[in-house]
């Protein structure tokens, strides 16, 4: 998902999101999988670089539960590049035969 942000891929980025995928940013604010996208592929969203850090993965019934933890070089909303410590925790769901992302939350570790 990093690279598909970094790359601007929005073609990546569409095949790994689901349809019902919301990003729950760290002020709350929620975008679907157009609107997320859409920020990535303008600029309102900038990703320059990526270190994953530490994974926990969890399987339920019905979904898997991934967590990461990175080191990520980002300038979000007009604002200013900055280095955060960025969690996401994504919820994986099984749909056609292949594992998509439907919800990621984002935090600060």
Known sequence: MYRAMIEKDGA???????ESFVLVHM?????NKKAFI????????????EDLQETKTIVY???????????VNAA???GGRHTW????????IYVGGDWLISEAVA???
Do not use: C, P
């Open 12 to 18: 990546a980025l569409a095949k790994l999101l689901d």
């Open 27 to 31: 002020t709350g604010m929620q975008q």
């Open 38 to 49: 859409r920020a990535v592929g303008n600029g309102t969203l900038n990703y320059f670089s």
């Open 61 to 71: 019934k019905d979904f898997v539960q991934f967590t990461g933890k990175s080191i």
């Open 76 to 78: 979000v909303f007009g």
């Open 85 to 92: 410590h960025l969690q996401l925790e994504m919820k994986y």
């Open 107 to 109: 935090s600060t570790w």
